[in-house]
């Protein structure tokens, strides 16, 4: 059998590297890698001060999360804590607020993949909604009001890396 004709042409291959990215200030800092718009899939990798506690949220879609470093648990779940290595899958219709022990020696960080949207509450009220459309907008309003450099993110449909390529060094 012969090697399949490509069906896609790539100059370079669509990466991001977090570690070529600044880390936005603050106890959570999320730096976009991957948001399709179009699809309402969004791929992030999150940074959480010890003392974290996310608002609680409720998931439209699949969720996968690989642990890097540190500890979180969800509140909801307090017996199941996620520690570096731990990969965790969450269906669709969950519910549950993410939370890192104020105690932690260390930030809690990971990759998460999400599909569809995060719908936001705090105390039981509606905040709002978080999805690649809303997480663009942001990205794109705090950029255009000069309050961070363009990041550099895959957007398919764009086949491209947003943002400048960082210098080789």
Same mark, same amino acid.
């Given at each position: ?58 998931? !439209?879609?699949?969720?996968?999360? *690989?642990?890097?470093? #540190?500890?979180?648990?969800? =509140?909801?779940? /307090?017996? @199941?804590?996620? !520690?570096?290595?731990?990969?965790? *899958?969450?269906?669709? #219709?969950?519910?549950?607020? =993410?939370?890192? /022990?104020? @105690? ?7 990759? *998460?993949?999400?599909? #569809? ?53």
């Amino acid at each position: 059998m012969a090697l399949p004709t490509a069906t896609t042409h790539q100059d370079r291959l669509l990466t991001v590297n977090i570690n070529q990215e600044p880390v936005p200030p603050g106890d959570v800092s999320l730096t976009p890698l991957f948001l399709d718009p179009e699809n309402g899939v969004w791929v992030m990798y999150g940074r959480f001060a010890p003392g974290t506690v996310l608002p609680t949220h409720y998931h !439209t879609g699949t969720v996968h999360f *690989f642990t890097t470093k #540190g500890t979180w648990n969800y =509140l909801e779940y /307090p017996d @199941d804590p996620q !520690t570096a290595g731990s990969y965790l *899958f969450e269906p669709g #219709g969950s519910i549950h607020t =993410l939370s890192v /022990p104020a @105690d932690a020696t260390e930030a809690a960080e990971g990759i *998460f993949v999400v599909n #569809g949207a995060n719908i936001n509450f705090l105390d039981g009220v509606y905040q709002d909604i978080t999805d690649a459309v809303s997480i663009e907008t942001q990205l794109l309003a705090a950029v255009k009001a000069g309050l961070m450099a363009m990041p550099r993110y895959i957007r398919p449909g764009a086949s491209s890396v947003t943002g400048s390529t960082p210098e080789a060094g």
